[in-house]
């Protein structure tokens, strides 16, 4: 399935991190943007724009209205991990996405592009992550993402949608303001201690607010065969935590204490994603980590002027 310049598209959670980021690619892009969120117009607006709260039963209606005539929706609403808290997990990652599912059918709209996270594979016995690697959620927000991605491929089985699901590590750059990226950065900036767990020897993959849209644009653009594909999508690098700083060191030309902090609540565990099957079927080319870096110093940087 190959999109025009003038398909018409939605982006649940357009108003969230990722969501301003992909709308403003969709629009200089030339594509017609539905934007739905429950959250009022924020800094990218959206000209057609529906608010809503997708959880709400009400809304299978509503945004069946909103997304007719659509080719695709990019699925980008959902909660967030910051609570052990279930029934916020259950409404803002399985009931949005049963209802926006539930509407697509209902409003005949064919292609899901569907973002989720490398959090559903939990803690994996073997690195690197692939795509076949077992599932094994262990908290509220790990659990309802893969459910939210099961429902996907229920509805993919069921009633012939086409699904593309995405998985991300923790997604930084401009306008991102929390993660280890960011905080590594800010306090190199501002000259503040930068404290490392394990010795600094932890590896996590991270990936850039402008890589995920790049997936997500080319998975809308990708003539996909089977009903359901998966892809890991990251920056295909996990360096230890001290050569990241260390990186981030020599990319903005500054320096700041290092300290090695202990901490028995913290949890160590690597993260080293493979990203072979989205290089192969999508062409997904990952920017390296000094550019990510570069460009979220530069932001940081000008917005202390």
Known sequence: MTATPTARVAVTGCHGYVGGHLVEKLRAAGHDVVGIDHRPQGDVP???????????PVAVETCAKAIEGCTAVFHLASRQPFSWDLHPFVR???????????????????????????????????????????????????????????????????????VAILRYPSVYGGRARFGAMYTFIDATLRGAPIRLFAKGTARRDL?????????????????????????????????????L?????DVLGQKTTVEMAEDPNWRSQDLVVDIGRARTELGFTPMPLAEGIAELGAAVRQERK
Do not use: W
């Open 92 to 162: 803002g990652n399985v009931m949005r996405t049963a209802h926006l599912l539930e509407a697509m059918r209902v409003a005949k709209v064919p292609r899901l592009i569907h973002s989720s996270t490398v959090a559903v594979y939990g803690r994996p016995e073997t690195l690197p992550l692939r795509e076949n690697t077992p599932l094994h959620p262990e908290n509220p927000y790990e659990v309802t993402k893969a459910q939210a991605e099961s429902l996907a491929g229920l509805y993919a089985s069921k009633a012939g949608l086409n």
């Open 207 to 243: 990936v850039h607010v402008f890589d995920v849209v790049a997936a997500n644009l080319l998975a809308l653009q990708h003539a996909q065969a089977q009903p359901v594909a998966t892809y890991n999508i990251a920056s295909g690098q996990a360096p230890m935590s001290h050569e």
């Open 46 to 56: 959206v000209p057609q724009f529906a608010r809503m709260e997708l959880a709400d």
């Open 245 to 249: 700083v260390e990186l981030i060191f």
